[in-house]
């Protein structure tokens, strides 16, 4: 399974990516856990806040938009995780 | 007749802007200077009514009123309290130059513009600092700002450069004003004004002209590993940095470089090297302080009624073009700037070149027959750029 986060905007505007393909980790059985625990939807922010970040997270075919203040919980676990462990995208 | 109308009336901006700048008569330039500030202050804001309703009658608390929390490193807002207004340095680095911070932006405001803190009704002023781990970003969040530490290996903690913490700040200001949507071409304009008026203050605290500025934004911010300047250049948008692991600065300075892109809520913060540009490109021609001349056009167009919250490119830049014939005088050495300034960066077309005419219709396009549609004769007695009472 391919995880893809990427990050846009913020003060500096720069782009980051990181990628993981969680068949190749030693320990995929923790990272369906992760992705089996993220809630059905993600937080959707009314207004984003000038110089937010904005994630973008694709787990598989299914790819979210969370703005960085609301990044919490579950995804933000999966999020750390990717950043942590993964490749730069 | 609003006491703004009034006063414009008697005596137009541009000549109480050539009194302000009469070094012979120091005593009528500091009165000229003082009503200036006061007409910036009463012509202010559209939106407070909607976004905060507040009574201006009463006399606001003409103090920052700072309050710095810090968030220990979690991203719970707003944190605990550190630094209360008046109260002696904290001695954490962090925490004490954003209580410096804001109060060189604070008295920018109401010194320059007569604006009593953001929404020019006192509004105190909050911030959190140490957010996150590793946090590389400094955001408003509608209500204070919000900066990391960074990550020490690419950005340093965001409150080491003034100039961010006014952009930030003028964040707040935009929402209080012209409440730009923060998406495309009105997003890019929300950005660039908070680079414009975060330079400003950082130019003022200085006491820079345009000419000794550096018009960098976030100078500093970097550490030394990475191979660049600052973020953002306003003079030379795209060459703040070119970086191995950032890539190059992407901004463009011209619309031939205009970046689609659905990230960065439309390319916000990639597209506002474009307005940055004309910005620095009118306040260098004009020379002096930036404040002064280029700045005070921008804020009469930021606090227009012409300025709407989807505004584009185009529309914006006539709005100034407006502003600068009313304030400085129809033909004058900056209003001609400021069209000029539009005209390289490609937002205005060939025939607003070296005029004021014909670039205010109202069907988006450049005017080609210099029928002005709005009233721009520069005699200070018209309607000009509605602005908000």
Redo the contacts between chains.
Sequence with gaps: MQIVV?R????????RGWRIDTDTCDDPETWHELVGALPREAPVGH????????W?VTVARTTVTIP??QL?GPWATLVARVRDQGDPD | MTAHDRFRSVVPPYLLQAVARAAEHPRAAAAARTALAEMSAVSAPKHEHRVRPRQLAATPDRSPQRTIADAAGTTTLPGTVVRREGEPATGDAAVDEAYAGLGATHAFWLEVFGRVSIDGAGLPLDATVHYGQDYDNAYWDGQRMVFGDGDDEVFRRFTVALDVIGHELAHGVTQYTADLTYEGQSGALNESVSDVFGSLVAQYAAGQTAEQATWLIGEGLFTDAVHGVALRSMRAPGTAYDDPVLGKDPQPSTMAGYVQTTEDSGGVHLNSGIPNHAFFLAATAIGGNAWEGAGAVWWDALTSDATTESIDFAGFARVTVDAAARRFGRGSAEATAVADAWRTVGVLGATAAGTTDGVTDTDGDVGTDGDAVTDGSGDGSGDGPRHRA
């Excluded at chain 1, 846009?8 to 782009?15: E, H, K, L, Q, W």
């Design positions: 990427r846009s905007g913020g003060f500096a505007g720069t782009s207004r984003t806040p000038p110089d937010d970040f904005t973008t960085g203040s919490d």
